[in-house]
């Protein structure tokens, strides 16, 4: 493909240079906010299922004080229990885990509130993959996924729902995101770790809670006055690429296998399994992140009446790393001029990146605009430091192109003589440039012959306008003018010499 020569389309291309190179390194804020809102979405969830355990517990000590039912309380209450034990145990690592990642990730307290770099994409990498905090926490999932299905008899194990606790390998296809860590972790950014930890929360909170359930069950009839209703959802996971299948199961608190819900999601209506669950599945496209809506119907035992609950399930999608390209001849910047460039930090944040230019100087113009004025030619470097990594850009300084010489807007030819006499003087200007640079004109010769000259007559000029020298009082229609050994000085301070220029009086 032949590559454009001209001035303003060089300029046009070099407009976009760094931002394109440094497209694959960002991070969004859409992506960030996304990732937050998930994360307080679970956190919700993992706070009604903590005030359904209690109500569980606070239960199970009602009907240990009936005789009727006391003997088979003193049996299933201990393992209840145990399982809510060690469900908030589970979450308590879980939490440190968090607590180390944020620390990781440079935690500060300001004015109360934790400050922490959320786009940073090594903490989850350095903490959980290369300081084996990771394995650590899958290895604590598995003996608490064991712990709490003993519980249960294991002549009864096969009537407990199944546990929501899903420790393989998720496909990728990223390269070297082979095992459990890495797979969920590496080169996440801080916030997107944050709700995948969150995430495995909600998923021992629930294990425990279904647990706790089924052992309150064994006792017979649950005489629980249910005043307050949630929606519970759980998905497959919180950030998917492209492509792949987001399934979304929701129920509501306090669940009576009596009066099962409808559920509505995504406007795919379905009565709840046995588990009390209504599973969905879809498959994700592209854009930054999308939600689900969910909504339940179930009547109160209460007071009989039809209740309805909505929520929302919200997920993130993300972009596998992608190619960038650099164009290797267009990256020209012009000396003596301002030349705008727009710069990206990437995940990095704006006010702290230095941006600094080996071949003049470069400001800020405001956001990410920026002007760089190289001060001499040849290759120079565009250097872009934040968060302590360096990222250079080749440049190649060059001269801007000769301007043409011009009379008023005419660079020769017939003109009619009192126009030419007019336009006072010669002017030289660059043509198709995105530049307003100007020239100035230092000297030139201007001759006159044919009508109203009885021979060639030069005459030389300082500066730009020629005033009432013998060639322009003796010109007139029929004359000859010629323009010669034009002399200019651009931006840059050195001088050029243009063409001739002659035109022919009307």
């Not at 959320?118 to 959980?128: N, P, Q, S």
């Not at 003996?143 to 729902?161: G, H, M, N, W, Y």
């Not at 608190?253 to 559920?263: E, Y």
């Not at 405001?366 to 250079?392: C, L, N, Q, R």
Request: aromatic share 6%; charged share 20%; net charge positive.
């Amino acid at each position: 493909m032949a590559l454009p020569k001209e001035p303003r389309q060089k300029m046009i291309n070099l407009m976009y240079l760094v931002l394109t190179a440094l497209l694959a390194l960002n991070v969004s804020n859409e992506i960030l906010n996304a990732f937050k809102t998930v994360d307080n979405s679970l956190l919700n969830s993992n706070d009604v299922i903590k005030s359904s355990n209690q109500v569980i517990a606070n239960s199970l000590a009602e009907q240990g004080k009936k005789p009727e039912l006391a003997a088979k309380v003193a049996i299933w209450k201990p393992k209840a229990d145990s399982a809510i034990k060690l469900a908030n145990d589970m979450s308590a690592y879980i939490e440190e885990v968090k607590k180390r990642l944020k620390l990781e990730s440079g935690l500060v307290m300001e004015d109360g509130v934790e400050v922490f770099k959320e786009d940073d994409l090594d903490a989850a990498t350095r903490l959980l993959d290369v300081k084996g905090e990771g394995p650590k926490l899958q290895a604590a999932l598995q003996k608490f996924l064991d712990d709490v299905t003993k519980i249960v008899p294991a002549e009864q194990r096969s009537k407990l729902p199944k546990l929501p606790i899903d420790l393989s390998v998720p496909k990728t296809k990223n390269m070297g995101s082979n095992t459990w860590t890495s797979a969920y972790f590496r080169m996440a950014p801080t916030v997107a770790g944050l709700t995948i930890l969150s995430k495995f929360q909600n998923d021992v909170l629930r294990a425990g809670n279904l647990v706790a359930e089924f052992c309150q069950g064994q006792i017979g009839k649950v005489e629980v006055v249910l005043d307050k209703f949630e929606i519970l959802t759980s998905q497959n996971s919180t950030y998917l690429l492209p492509g792949q299948q987001l399934e979304v199961k929701a129920g509501i608190g306090a669940f009576s296998s009596a009066a099962k819900p409808t559920i509505t999601i995504n406007g795919v209506s379905q009565v709840a399994n046995d588990s009390g669950f209504a599973r969905y599945t879809t498959t994700i496209g592209g854009g930054g992140g999308g939600s689900v809506p969910v909504t339940v119907s179930f009547k109160d035992p209460n007071t009989g009446q039809e209740v309805t609950k909505s929520t929302t399930v919200n997920y993130t999608v993300g972009q596998a790393s992608g190619a960038s390209i650099f164009l290797e001849k267009m990256n020209v910047m012009y000396v003596g001029v301002d030349n705008p460039l727009t710069l990206s930090t990437g995940s990095g944040k704006r006010e702290n990146a230095k941006v600094t230019f080996s071949g003049g100087t470069i400001s800020s113009a405001g956001g990410d605009k920026y002007i760089a004025k190289p001060s001499e030619t040849g290759p120079a470097t565009v250097t872009i430091t934040v968060d302590g990594k360096s990222f250079p850009f080749p440049i190649r300084c060059k001269l801007l192109p000769d301007p043409i010489a011009l009379v008023g807007t005419l660079k020769g030819g017939r003109v009619q003589s009192a126009q030419f006499k007019a336009s006072g003087g010669v002017r030289a200007a660059l043509q198709d440039s995105e530049f307003d640079a100007q020239f100035q004109v230092v000297s030139y010769t201007l001759a006159g012959n044919g009508a109203g000259f009885q021979q060639y007559t030069p005459v030389a000029v300082n500066g730009a306008q020629w005033g009432s020298n013998a060639v322009i009082t003796q010109a007139k229609p029929g004359s000859s003018i010629f323009i010669d050994d034009i002399i200019v000085r651009g931006p840059d301070g050195r001088n050029r010499k243009l063409p001739a220029i002659a035109f022919q009086l009307q």
